[in-house]
């Protein structure tokens, strides 16, 4: 369960300083026959700023249950 926390800690403290990410993705615009038109689009993915906050403190509570087990 340590490691699970220490995990979840890590991915929280990543999700509140960036709070998302962008990819490209090619996409079929045109397509006849022989002839294929591709574009890139550009995509990005956000998530708020109290998950990352809910993910943090979730593995710092499973840290600090592990440690009062034993």
Not at 29 to 54: H, L, M, Q, R
Request: charged share 20%; net charge positive.
């Amino acid at each position: 369960m340590k490691a699970i926390g220490i995990v979840l800690a890590i991915i929280g403290i990543g999700m509140l300083i960036f709070n998302g990410f962008n990819y490209t993705k090619k996409e079929k615009i045109v397509d006849i026959g022989p002839v294929e038109i591709n574009a890139d689009k550009e995509k990005s993915v956000g998530w708020p700023t109290y998950a990352g906050a809910i993910v943090l403190i979730a593995g710092i509570g499973l840290v600090v249950l592990d440690s009062r087990k034993k």
